[in-house]
């Protein structure tokens, strides 16, 4: 099958599940694909039950999209672009230093408290996993998902700055965790090879600094050549070609995609840019499009995960080692984030509970699936990949569903 009729069925299948969604379920788009796809999913299995051809078939259709390289070489730099365009840059900028150590220290944190926790709770299931692969799977799971974040905050009613640190921390965890996962996995892949702290400094940095220097030229450059010209259809072309050639660009140098392309989309959305180089019209044209293409690669997102589910090595074991998992990853969120939270709370206004707030709303998505998706078989990727997908899932649909009533009741919000 080839690459154009692969696009079209995920297309057609988004649309339909969409149009179910809207038309009948009126859930947060993430969540509303996510539960017709796994429905769907799970109709497909009881079929099989008297005739497996149907299974057969989408099964087979799966194995043809290389889902980690889909999301995060191609879909990822949209979806980021996309989000960070459309962020409060002001209030981004206020609360600059509180997202930044969520991001660094708390994804830091949280990825070795994790690593060692489920290392004990597996050898206690008599599941014998060697510390780094814990690690590894503390890097993927660790990173809030801002696709996932995005959408459903949308619509949960968060004040603006508790919205804001949400969100930013989603946009900028999501490239340092990316990050600390190849930086791991670099060490687990080659365990008798002596790999010395400079040299993961210098990846880190590499990858971290570069990526955002990066994302400040090419969000300079756009800025400047949309300025020097009033035409709304070659500024969108414009914003689309930042993107796309910021995304190769980053990848031939080896920096990070994802802290680019969130360092441009900043760049490009902030007030400054768009009252100096936006007419009404082309601001108007930049978000819309930048909307369907947050929408559009959403909705294929969230249905690939679904489908996705039927290529799991599902076992009893690794079931309960990803329900039990839930609320490790849960406490070690939110111990991660006490001490930045600590440490600001006196120099800025925070919302009451937003420890609390911002543990239960820190979505999981398709970055942990997608970096689960590229362990090898020597790191124990079943597994992972099992206890990833319970604790996606039971993130977007049970934390998703109940983020908003939780977010109103702590803050008070009429």
């Known amino acids: 099958?080839?690459?154009?009729?692969?696009?079209?069925?995920?297309?057609?299948?988004?649309?339909?599940?969409?149009?179910?969604?809207?038309?009948?379920?009126?859930?947060?788009?993430?969540?509303?694909?996510?539960?017709?796809?796994?429905?769907?999913?799970?109709?497909?299995?009881?079929?099989?039950?008297?005739?497996?051809?149907?299974?057969?078939?989408?099964?087979?259709?799966?194995?043809?999209?290389?889902?980690?390289?889909?999301?995060?070489?191609?879909?990822?730099?949209?979806?980021?672009?996309?989000?960070?365009?459309?962020?409060?840059?002001?209030?981004?900028?206020?609360?600059?230093?509180?997202i930044m150590a969520f991001a660094t220290l708390g994804v830091l944190v949280s990825t070795f408290l994790v690593g060692i926790t489920m290392f004990y709770v597996l050898k206690v299931m008599s599941l014998e996993v060697n510390f780094i692969y814990c690690l590894l799977f503390g890097a993927l799971i660790s990173p809030t998902d801002p696709i996932a974040v995005l959408g459903i905050l949308k619509k949960a009613g968060a004040p603006k700055k508790l919205e804001t640190k949400i969100v930013g921390e989603s946009l900028f965890n999501d490239g340092v965790g990316v990050v600390v996962f190849l930086t791991i996995f670099a060490i687990a892949a080659k365990p008798d090879t002596a790999i010395e702290f400079s040299d993961i400094a210098t990846l880190f940095g590499q990858e971290v600094i570069g990526g955002i220097a990066l994302g400040l030229l090419l969000g300079w450059v756009t800025y400047r050549l949309m300025k020097s010209i009033d035409n709304y259809e070659i500024e969108v072309i414009l914003t689309l070609a930042t993107v796309m050639g910021g995304t190769m660009l980053a990848h031939q140098f080896h920096l990070s995609a994802p802290l680019a392309m969130v360092t441009a989309g900043l760049i490009v959305g902030n007030d400054t840019v768009r009252n100096t180089a936006m007419s009404e019209t082309t601001e108007v044209y930049v978000d819309k499009f930048w909307e369907l293409v947050d929408v559009l690669l959403n909705t294929i997102l969230f249905v690939m995960i679904g489908m996705e589910m039927l290529v799991l090595t599902v076992e009893g074991k690794f079931i309960y080692a990803g329900l039990l998992a839930i609320p490790i990853i849960l406490m070690c969120r939110y111990i991660s984030l006490f001490i930045p939270i600590k440490f600001f709370e006196k120099r800025l206004d925070f919302v009451p509970k937003t420890n609390l707030i911002m543990t239960w709303g820190g979505l999981r998505g398709g970055i942990s699936i997608a970096l689960a998706l590229s362990l090898t078989a020597e790191m124990h990727r079943e597994l992972f990949l099992v206890i990833t997908y319970v604790v996606v899932v039971v993130s977007i649909v049970g934390q998703g569903l109940t983020v908003g009533p939780i977010i109103k009741r702590l803050t008070r919000v009429k």
């Open 1 to 98: 099958m080839d690459y154009y009729s692969i696009a079209t069925i995920l297309i057609v299948l988004s649309a339909i599940f969409g149009y179910i969604n809207v038309k009948f379920l009126k859930l947060p788009i993430t969540i509303g694909l996510m539960v017709i796809t796994i429905v769907f999913t799970v109709v497909l299995v009881g079929i099989a039950q008297f005739d497996d051809t149907l299974l057969v078939k989408e099964r087979e259709f799966i194995a043809l999209i290389d889902f980690e390289t889909v999301l995060l070489d191609i879909m990822l730099s949209f979806l980021l672009f996309a989000g960070a365009l459309h962020t409060n840059f002001n209030q981004l900028k206020v609360q600059r230093w509180p």
